[in-house]
């Protein structure tokens, strides 16, 4: 299965705006859903689809792709967006997953 | 509201077998595929493979092929993962995550709280 690529980390200023990136050819046929993790805890869906967010996540997430590229967007970046975010997407019939951005808020 | 509950945590030796089990709740269980994940410590998510409830169709990550086994009983709206021939490297957090699709994507949309296994002799 092919691999999607993430910077492994990135950081942004209080009130900013961010983005975090996810290659891979999958994304060419099919759209990245994003994921934020923090510590010790379950994954929690933040954008999937085309630009979709799921009922409770606010709306400074924001996603986008073209050609191979995923992107996920923070604005006005809060200090509870301080995470990991994963991506992930079909590839075939499996399912394949970014090794992770570390979102540091300064 | 929707629910995956998992099934707590377990120690094993090397070479044995564990089963970690996914209990779904506030939908209809056979609507949606199951799908497990594990992370290592410190690592990224990893996807194992995933279970059509309705009837059981299964598939696979190559890498896990052979010594993973997904099951679902439809009567107690549970899926569970059992691994077997367990290593050192098998320690981590395995979680379940319920699949919604829509027209045009399909994501995980909920995620049970993570089950850890550790392998240790």
């Known amino acids: 299965s092919s691999e999607l690529t993430q910077d492994p980390a990135v950081s942004v200023a209080l009130g900013q705006t961010v983005r975090i990136t996810c290659q891979g050819n999958s994304l060419r046929s099919y759209y990245a859903s994003w994921y934020q993790q923090k510590p010790g805890q379950a994954p929690v869906l933040v954008i999937y689809?085309?630009?979709n967010r799921p009922s409770g996540i606010p709306d400074r997430f924001s996603g986008s792709s073209s050609g191979n590229t995923a992107s996920l967007t923070i604005t006005e970046a809060q200090a509870e967006d301080e995470a990991d975010y994963y991506c992930n997407s079909r590839d075939s019939g499996d399912i394949v997953f970014g090794g992770g951005t570390k979102l540091t808020v300064l | 509201q929707v629910q995956l509950v998992q099934s707590g945590a377990e120690v094993k030796k090397p070479g044995a077998s564990v089963k970690v089990s996914c209990k779904a709740s506030?939908?209809?269980?056979?609507?949606?595929?199951i799908h497990w994940v594990r992370q290592a410590p410190g690592q990224r998510l990893e996807w194992m493979g995933w279970?059509?409830?309705?009837?059981?169709?299964?598939k696979f990550s190559q890498k896990f092929q052979g010594r993973v086994t997904i099951t679902r009983d439809t009567s107690a709206s549970t899926a569970s993962m059992e691994l077997s021939s367990l290593r050192s490297e098998d320690t981590a957090v395995y979680f379940c995550?319920?699949?919604?699709?829509?027209?045009?994507?399909?994501?995980?949309?909920?995620w049970g709280q993570g089950t850890l296994v550790t392998v240790s002799s």
């Open positions: 995550a319920r699949e919604g699709c829509n027209s045009v994507s399909c994501q995980h949309d909920y």
């Open positions: 279970i059509n409830p309705r009837n059981g169709n299964t």
């Open positions: 506030g939908y209809t269980f056979t609507t949606y595929a």
């Open positions: 689809g085309k630009n």
